[in-house]
């Protein structure tokens, strides 16, 4: 895996948070408590002078880890975050997973009404699915929450504009050119609080953390960041075999996204 210049790489997103947090009226972040979207919290607090200048989303199905909660009630307290959490149903729906599918995006979409936030903050990476490789870094969703990921403009993240109705919103993109060893690396540079579940126990650690119903464990000897990345430079399992929606057909995926998944 290539790792790339992390200077560039938190210059470029401390610039796109900056541009959303001026453009738009009521914007706000996702957060899931697992490394990536904790790297964009730590790079919004660098961008905004330490703090986070938005309100900050879990998405929250009531069975995630007990170390994943643990960790969201110790680091909103220390960092002062102005947490909202917004509880999912747990039921059938389209991909197969009633725990991590369309049911969160039902609650999203509550709160999104609920606010008025006109533009989200999501950590995802174009490395991360294929899909998501699709992305641009300021992406409008229409009212429906629906995005057309087959007819996008070219990207010109630094002069965007929107051509949605303005029931819609824009969906912003920090950590689009990041991959996975660039956030480990990140993280140990900026000794960013991270969620343990991702450190080695008993032989197996998460690489990639959803709730306790659609995660499993990979087996690791990683105990702390080196090993991580030291791992990650020979590994050639994908970095989200462990999340079982992402073992379905790539196009479940493809219409979770299209339908406004995170």
């Known amino acids: 895996m290539i790792k790339q210049d992390l200077k560039q790489l938190e210059e470029r997103s401390i610039y796109i948070m900056r541009e959303a947090q001026s453009n738009f009226k009521n914007i706000a972040a996702l957060w899931s408590m697992g490394k990536d979207s904790t790297t964009m919290l730590a790079l919004a607090r660098k961008a905004f002078h330490g703090k986070v200048p938005f309100p900050v989303v879990h998405i929250d199905n009531s069975i995630d880890f007990p170390e994943t909660y643990q960790f969201r009630e110790s680091l909103a307290k220390r960092w002062n975050l102005d947490l909202i959490v ?43 699915h294929g899909i998501r490789a699709k992305e641009r870094v300021f992406s409008p ?7 057309n990921y087959k007819n996008q403009t070219a990207e010109l993240w630094d002069n965007y504009s929107s051509d949605e109705d303005s029931d819609g919103h824009i969906r912003v993109h920090p950590l689009l050119d990041f991959n996975e060893v660039d956030i480990w690396n990140y993280i140990k540079k900026e000794k960013v609080p ?67 998944y995170m």
Request: charged share 35%; proline share 2%.
């Open 86 to 128: 917004a509880k999912s149903q747990i039921k059938p729906e389209m991909s197969g997973f009633a725990c991590c599918g369309a049911n969160k995006t039902v609650a999203l979409k509550k709160v999104m009404k609920d606010y008025g936030f006109d533009a989200l903050i999501v950590s995802i990476r174009r490395d991360e």
């Open 141 to 147: 969703r229409n009212k429906n929450f629906k995005w």
């Open 194 to 260: 991270m969620n343990p579940l991702y450190f080695s126990r008993d032989g197996y650690r998460y690489r990639s953390l959803g709730c306790t119903h659609c995660t499993t464990a990979v087996k690791s000897n990683a105990k702390n960041i080196d090993e991580i990345i030291k791992e990650l430079e020979t590994t050639k399992e994908e970095e989200r075999h462990g999340r079982d929606q992402d073992k379905e057909k790539a196009f479940v995926m493809e219409k979770l996204r299209a339908l406004g």
